[in-house]
């Protein structure tokens, strides 16, 4: 656990690494001008060792894929205008297509929210997060052969974080609404791989 006056440090420093990871050399922030949103005052040598420790910490590995970039990366493969919508033909393709889009930014920001979700694999959480969108905004088939041609996931691989995140979806946009005075809900919610 990162106690917190170190928790600034390290964000910095996640912040510094991810910039060089994915930005031009003229975006990414320089190390004094990070040192200076610190709390405590800090010597520019030292928080540009932690870059060094962090490096070693992941074993100079941190470009790994995450369920967010797998989503995006998987996004416009995940609707075509042959997909039915609540048992019908897709009359406006645009239309439905943001409003899934819409759908996945906030299964997303779901499977963000719910710790559980962190034990699940990027890729399986990615291809969940596509199925519970699709089910969400009624259209069918809700895993079609092409998604499971490029993951090579099944609907059934899918199904229980799929059912989770669309359990989760409903509960937190009833939290939003402020359902919840007297409501019981009977929906099961999270995934652990224990279960």
């Known amino acids: 656990d990162i106690e917190d006056p170190q928790l600034y440090l390290v964000c910095l420093g996640c912040l510094q690494l991810a910039a060089k990871t994915h930005e031009k050399e003229s975006n990414i922030p320089r190390g004094s001008k990070l040192v200076s949103l610190l709390p405590e005052p800090l010597s520019l040598s030292a928080f540009l060792s932690l870059e060094f420790v962090m490096l070693s910490f992941f074993q100079w590995s941190i470009c790994l894929?995450?369920?967010?970039?797998?989503?995006?990366?998987?996004?416009?493969?995940?609707?075509?205008?042959?997909?039915?919508?609540?048992?019908?033909?897709?009359?406006?393709f645009k239309t439905v297509k943001e409003d899934l889009q819409m759908v996945v930014k906030e299964m997303m920001d779901t499977g963000l929210q719910e710790e559980s979700m962190m034990l699940v694999m990027p890729s399986l959480l990615a291809c969940s997060i596509l199925q519970a969108s699709r089910k969400v905004c009624g259209l069918s088939p809700s895993w079609p052969n092409l998604m499971e041609k490029l993951t090579r996931y099944t609907s059934d691989q899918l199904e229980m974080v799929t059912d989770s995140l669309i359990s989760l979806h409903k509960l937190f946009g009833e939290e939003a609404l402020g359902v919840d005075e007297g409501y019981q809900s009977n929906l099961s919610v999270g995934y652990s791989p224990e279960k």
């Open 65 to 92: 894929p995450t369920s967010c970039y797998l989503t995006e990366l998987l996004l416009p493969h995940c609707i075509h205008p042959t997909d039915q919508q609540f048992g019908e033909n897709i009359y406006n």
